[in-house]
């Protein structure tokens, strides 16, 4: 049984709780209007984003206020790791094909620096720099008896040297690791699957001119171009990780046009 000094106590306990939740949201109602008002003029004064990360809004979990951070600090850390995990979205190559596969090998095949073996599990990298006279670069290649994996995409760096170059690792996932020791990016994209268009981690630190698929290149010639979107390096893939057993000897002509 309660007895009545009990049950006084906690009607009295009760009757200020209530109170005090009434006074409570009594404040917040008078104090949420001239929120919303500051927080609108505070958003008034910049300009609507031309693009996805130019303005960052962060609410603070102890006070609920809101700040923004705008374009005019592109130089800030923040928006500098931003742009570095999402690079400019590229435009689209032009891509064909061409049926003299034997005459281009044969006139390939005597040059000893158009043709070259990717050896089985290995990934071929040509890096191709933009040349100042140039403005878009084009690309032919062919294969022996078998398919392969290619694909391009664009480093953003500065040009140093014209010169093109090969480098060779034992899978696109050993690549990146040799990229991470110059660079460290943080949540790096899973390697994808070749047969369905690769999406590796080079998406998320270069632009993509076109994913890795396995292209019939012992077919027909394999041939494209790509408009310079500035100044950098392209990476053309020629990715023979799938395979298990077999090497596939390359033949590949690269150039720019004016």
């Given amino acids: ?39 609108l003029n505070e958003m008034a004064r910049y300009h609507v984003p031309q693009r996805s990360g130019d303005i960052i809004m962060i609410q603070s979990d102890h006070t609920g206020a809101i700040d923004v951070l705008s374009a005019d600090l592109e130089s800030a850390d923040l928006l500098g790791d931003h742009r570095k995990v999402c690079p400019p979205l590229m435009a689209p190559p032009c891509i064909w094909t061409l049926a003299k596969v034997k005459e281009f090998k044969s006139k390939l095949g ?17 890096r191709v720099p933009t040349h100042p006279q140039g403005k878009r670069v084009c690309w032919e290649f062919a294969t022996d008896d078998y398919d392969i994996g290619f694909g391009v995409y664009f480093d953003w760096t500065p040009v140093t040297s014209t010169d093109i170059t090969v480098q060779v690792s034992d899978s696109s996932e050993d690549e990146d690791e040799e990229d991470d020791e110059e660079e460290e990016i943080e949540e790096p994209v899973p390697v994808g699957d070749v047969e369905r268009g690769s999406r590796s981690s080079l998406r998320g ?16 010639v394999q041939a494209g171009s790509h408009d310079y979107p500035g100044e950098g390096i392209y990476l053309l893939k020629f990715d023979n990780s799938y395979s298990l057993l077999r090497n596939k000897t390359l033949y590949f002509h690269v150039y720019y046009t004016s």
């Avoid at 630190?205 to 012992?218: A, I, L």
């Fill in 110 to 126: 005597k040059e000893k620096n158009n043709r070259l073996v990717v050896k089985r599990g290995e990934v071929v990298t040509i």
């Fill in 1 to 39: 049984m309660v007895s009545p000094v009990s049950k006084h106590v906690t009607e009295d306990l009760q009757k200020a709780a209530r109170t005090l939740e009434a006074q409570a949201l009594k404040v917040e109602q008078e104090l949420l209007p001239k929120d919303r008002a500051r927080i």
């Fill in 205 to 220: 630190r270069y632009g993509e001119v076109m994913p890795v698929y396995r292209r019939d290149s012992h077919r027909d």
